[in-house]
């Protein structure tokens, strides 16, 4: 994939959130970009980890396991895939 705007990559990350969890897709938009993604919407590790397959899928950016933890909110992940697509 090119390089990615913010504004892309947050369009990217909504639509992955909303193929992994399509129970929550009416509530994604009304989230604040910056809370955490998953205590908000009441996903697990698994759609966690499903997301995050499936923005790698979506952007060729793979996201390093170890950075899960700092990158729980929508606005997080934009800015990384963002940062690192090329």
Known sequence: MTALSVDQATAITLEA???VAPEVEDEIQSIDPTDDLWEAL???SMDHLNVMTELARRTGVEV???DYGRL????SLAEHLAATAV
């Open 64 to 66: 390093a396991e170890r």
């Open 17 to 19: 959130v909303a193929a």
């Open 42 to 44: 009441g996903l697990d």
């Open 72 to 75: 729980r909110s929508v606005r």
